[in-house]
């Protein structure tokens, strides 16, 4: 949960998390829909994918035990570098070094690195790592970079290792680490439909496992191409997903949102269904639910913007 996520924002998922799947063995049992359900708003919904698979394999190859050997632990699904020494040195006292922001900041602030030098922090970390307690000495790294060596302010006074820090004798600490050239993250526009039958019922769809959002149900949509207006987007996205002929009646609202590698703004359209049955042709199901049940589906943050519009506008009329 925590890989590009903040700890104040993870918590409140985590203790929910923790109570629905108090074991690996309620994890594995558990459905994808009701994991990934728990993970609602948490994003990177990779991570609950992976966390699930690695569950089940835990629970059926290492009888329930999250493997304490680092090529096993290595071996399960979502696990990386970051996470395989997160848990290997904190849980099972292996002596790797972990290296997230905090660590990266605080090290190219002690050793004065110029430039984003991912390769030369590791090896750094490797050669300060405590190996007689290297989880303990990778909480207190983490920890320094998260409360004393701050991005923009340190708090160098009331840092315990000033006396060694480069930055800090050279009173340069803002010059530290370099930054980066950042791109600004590409925008992009979609349309989605809040499609009605005659029963009053909305067209939900689920996402294909693999890929962003995988596995969750959504409105019914997609991206809007060049030369396309939004509401001709859906229609011809509705008919590529589901097979379906629909008429957009009227826009219901707009919502931005913000994916770690690009900006979306998103048109949601009210629509009803003109010709055709469903067929996941584009989707791996779909369904016809009451606007009561769409809370018992994971959706997208985007998706649930919508629906939060929706409601207030409700209220407010
Ligand atoms: S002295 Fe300042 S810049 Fe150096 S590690 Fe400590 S807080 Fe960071």
């Not at 848990?87 to 050793?111: E, K, W």
């Not at 998260?146 to 009331?158: E, G, I, K, M, Q």
């Amino acid at each position: 949960m925590l890989q590009q996520t903040q700890v104040d924002t993870v918590i409140p998922y985590y203790e929910r998390f923790i109570r629905a799947f108090p074991s690996v063995r309620t994890l594995a049992r558990a459905s994808l829909q009701d994991v990934l359900g728990q993970w609602e708003g948490l994003g990177y919904y990779a991570r609950a994918r992976n966390l699930h698979k690695a569950a089940g394999i835990v629970l059926r190859e290492h009888k329930g035990k999250v493997p304490g050997e680092e090529r096993a632990f290595r071996g399960l699904p979502g696990v990386g570098e970051y996470t395989a020494s997160a848990v290997m040195s904190i849980a099972f006292g292996h002596p790797l070094p972990v290296v997230d922001g905090n660590v990266a900041r605080v090290l190219s602030r002690l050793f004065c690195l110029d430039g984003s030098l991912k390769r030369e922090v590791h090896r750094l970390a490797g050669r300060v790592l405590a190996t007689g307690d290297p989880g303990t000495w990778n909480q207190a790294m983490m920890e320094l970079g998260a409360t004393v060596c701050l991005p923009r302010t340190p708090l160098c006074s009331a840092c315990p290792v000033s006396g060694l820090c480069g930055a800090y004798k050279n009173g340069k600490t803002g010059a530290y680490p370099v930054a980066s050239v950042q791109r600004r993250p590409r925008h992009e526009v979609a349309a989605v439909g809040l499609i009605h039958d005659r029963r009053g019922r909305i067209l939900i769809s689920r996402r294909p496992e693999k890929g962003l959002l995988g596995g969750l149900w959504e409105f019914p949509g997609g991206k809007v191409q060049q030369r396309e207006s939004p509401s001709e987007a859906v229609v011809r996205e509705v008919r590529e997903e589901l097979g379906i002929d629909i008429r957009v009646d009227r826009e219901l609202c707009r919502v931005k949102h913000a994916y770690s590698h690009f900006r979306v703004t998103l048109h949601a359209f009210d629509c009803v269904r003109l010709r055709g049955r469903p067929r996941a042709l584009g989707c791996v199901e779909w369904r016809w639910i009451r606007s009561s049940e769409l809370k018992l589906f994971p959706f997208p943050r985007a998706n649930r913007k919508i629906l939060e519009l929706l409601e207030t506008a409700n209220r407010s009329e």
